[in-house]
Nanobody, 122 residues
């Protein structure tokens, strides 16, 4: 059983930056694909970025060039650096994990954090 705890959300102005962190415990972190999802009011949960156990990364088109996902397998941590934030990035951001195989569907992720609110003011 993997437990995930996010931190780092908050209120920021357009063009600002935030760094989200996700601490994992209870599993072999290096075996997991780690994803950052977000869900805005009235919208479906969507994949923002993912990091495979081998170090590969993928991003939603809407955040490419602005967001960077990284992981520290020694510390069981995954991060999401968000730059040039826009009001449309406002959402609850979730850290999620699934073993080995990459997926961009939230339905395929087995473990979820509680979420952290990111609000970008215009």
């Amino acid at each position: 059983q993997v437990q995930l705890v996010e931190s780092g959300g908050g209120l920021v102005q357009t063009g600002g930056s935030l760094r989200l962190s996700c601490a994992a415990s209870g599993g072999t972190f290096g075996n997991y694909v780690m994803g950052w999802f977000r869900q805005a009011p009235g919208k479906e949960r969507e994949l923002v970025a993912a990091s495979s156990w081998s170090g590969g990364t993928s991003y939603a088109d809407s955040v490419k060039g602005r967001f960077t996902i990284s992981r520290d397998n020694a510390k069981n941590m995954v991060y999401l650096q968000m730059n040039s934030l826009k009001p449309e990035d406002t959402a609850v951001y979730y850290c999620a994990a699934r073993p080995f195989a990459y997926s961009d569907s939230s339905k395929d992720y087995d473990y979820w954090g509680q979420g952290t609110q990111v609000t970008v003011s215009s």
